[in-house]
C-alpha cells in the first residue's frame, strides 16, 4: 500500500538534546539494531532534530529517512548527512534485520587554530552541508573512505583502548578532508578566514530573538561597532546583508515549525518574528519556491512511500 502523511504524523516534532560521551570530543556515536521483521512507518512518525550535524551509516538491511526536502532509502554501505538543525525522522523499511550507525557532533568544536580558515564552510553559517550527500551518491570511493572513517570512529569509542582520543580527532578531521577535497563546488576560493569568530556573538543573539524585533542597532551594541561598520563587515564576512540573513534564520525556522502541524500559517509567521503576512508569504516563496501550504503538500508528498508492511517503530 501507499499511505500518506496522516494529521498525527505532523503534530509533533522534537527538539532532542544530544549528551556527549565524550565532552571533550563533542560527539555522541552508537550503532542501533532491529532484528526483528516487523517494518514500515510508525504511527505516530514523529519528527527530530538537534544543533548537532549526523552522519548515518547503514551496514546491514534498508533505512527509510524524510527531511523537509526528501524521503531516501539508505541500504548497507551508504552514508547520508543531516545538517544542524535539520528536522528528520527513519524508520525500518524491509523485514530483513536493519543495523546503523548514528553519529552526531558539534564540527565547529574540531577546528583549532591552524584549520580556523576552513571552518566557515562547515558551521553552516553561509553554505549548506546537504550539497555532500550528492557527494556520497555520485562518488562511489568517497562514499566508501566515509564509511570506512565512521565505522572507524564508532569501533574507537566502544573499545577506548589507550589513545582513542586521538584516533577519533585523526579520523574525523580525516572526513572533514575527505569531504573539502572531493566536493565539486568551488570552495577554494573561500578558505580565508572570514571573520565569523568575531561575529559570533551578533550571530548567536539572532537564534536566541528571532521571535523578536531584531535591529542593526541591537548587534550593533553586543559588538561595540558603529552602524556603518558593521553593516558593511556583516556583508562582506558573511556575503548577504544583515536584513538578508536575519530573513533566512526566521525562514529557516518556519519550515521547522510548519512541521509541527498544529500552528495556524499566521501563528508561525508570528512564531518567526514577522509580523506582516504578505512579508511572510513573500519571503518564503523566496526561499523555498513555494507557499507555506505547497510547503506542507510537498512534505506530504514526499511520505507517499511505499509500504507493505504493518506500522513500525522508529530507528532513532
Not at 63 to 73: C, F, H, R
Not at 252 to 274: F, P, Q, V
Request: with cysteine; charged share 25%.
Amino acid at each position: 500500500m501507499n499511505p500518506t502523511l496522516s494529521p498525527a504524523n505532523l503534530t509533533e516534532i522534537r527538539n532532542e538534546e544530544v549528551v556527549y560521551q565524550n565532552p571533550l570530543l563533542f560527539l555522541k556515536i552508537w550503532e542501533i539494531k532491529h532484528d526483528y521483521p516487523q517494518c514500515g512507518l510508525p504511527d505516530p512518525w514523529t519528527w527530530h532534530w538537534h544543533k548537532q550535524v549526523e552522519f548515518l551509516v547503514v551496514t546491514q538491511g534498508q533505512l527509510g529517512i524524510q527531511t523537509k526536502d526528501a524521503y531516501t532509502i539508505m541500504e548497507a554501505g551508504d552514508v547520508l548527512l543531516l545538517g544542524s538543525s535539520q528536522p528528520h525522522r527513519t524508520h525500518k523499511y524491509s523485514e530483513a534485520p536493519l543495523h546503523q550507525i548514528v553519529f552526531q557532533i558539534d564540527l565547529t568544536q574540531h577546528f583549532d587554530l591552524s584549520t580556523l580558515a576552513y571552518l566557515h564552510l562547515f558551521s553552516e553559517l553561509t553554505h549548506s552541508l546537504e550539497p555532500f550527500n550528492e557527494l556520497f551518491r555520485s562518488n562511489s570511493a568517497v562514499r566508501a573512505n566515509a564509511y570506512q572513517l565512521i565505522r572507524q570512529i564508532h569501533e574507537e569509542s566502544q573499545t577506548r583502548t589507550i589513545g582513542y582520543e586521538l584516533a577519533i580527532v585523526a579520523a574525523i578531521k580525516h572526513l572533514l578532508l575527505l569531504l573539502l577535497r572531493n566536493d565539486k563546488r568551488d570552495l577554494a576560493g573561500l578558505t580565508e578566514d572570514s571573520g565569523i569568530s568575531r561575529l559570533r556573538p551578533a550571530l548567536n543573539y539572532i537564534d536566541e530573538h528571532l521571535t523578536e524585533r531584531i535591529t542593526v542597532e541591537d548587534v550593533c551594541r553586543i559588538l561595540n561597532l558603529s552602524y556603518h561598520y558593521f553593516i558593511k563587515y556583516f556583508k562582506k564576512v558573511m556575503g548577504l546583508s544583515f536584513i538578508d540573513y536575519v530573513n533566512y534564520k526566521r525562514i529557516k525556522k518556519a519550515e521547522r515549525l510548519l512541521l509541527t502541524g498544529d500552528l495556524s500559517i499566521m501563528e508561525i509567521s508570528y512564531e518567526a518574528g514577522i509580523q506582516n503576512m504578505a512579508q511572510f508569504y513573500k519571503l518564503f516563496k523566496r526561499y523555498n519556491q513555494c507557499s507555506p501550504k505547497e510547503f506542507k503538500q510537498r512534505l506530504r508528498d514526499h511520505t507517499d512511500v511505499q509500504d507493505e508492511q504493518p506500522a513500525a517503530v522508529q530507528t532513532e
